[in-house]
């Protein structure tokens, strides 16, 4: 089982950045294939980007050259650093886990609210 956390929401101006964190309980985090989602209000929610255990990434084209995903194994962290954000980005966050080998994220975090202002 593993639970995750959110933080690092926040209200920013149009073309700043932030870093979301999301903490993982759970002896095996090193075994999931993490991911970040956001939902906007009155949307689907919305794939943003998925790393593996070893570091490969890969982003949604809308978010590729401004996010950046990472995970520290050590401390069952990962993050996403947001640069040159946009009003469109403004969403609730949301930090995911799934096993490697399965395509279902079966763990997800309560959200983080990012509001980007114009």
């Known amino acids: 089982q593993v639970q995750l956390v959110e933080s690092g929401g926040g209200l920013v101006q149009t073309g700043g950045s932030l870093r979301l964190s999301c903490r993982a309980s759970?002896?095996?985090?090193?075994?999931?294939?993490m991911g970040w989602f956001r939902q906007a209000p009155g949307k689907e929610r919305e794939f943003v980007a998925t790393?593996?255990?070893?570091?490969?990434?890969y982003y949604a084209d809308s978010m590729k050259g401004r996010f950046t995903i990472s995970r520290d194994n050590a401390n069952n962290m990962v993050y996403l650093q947001m640069n040159s954000l946009k009003p469109e980005d403004t969403a609730a966050y949301y930090c995911a886990a799934r096993r490697s080998g399965s395509s279902e994220y079966v763990h997800w975090g309560q959200g983080t609210q990012v509001t980007v202002s114009s």
């Open positions: 759970g002896r095996t985090f090193s075994s999931y294939v």
């Open positions: 790393i593996s255990w070893s570091g490969g990434t």
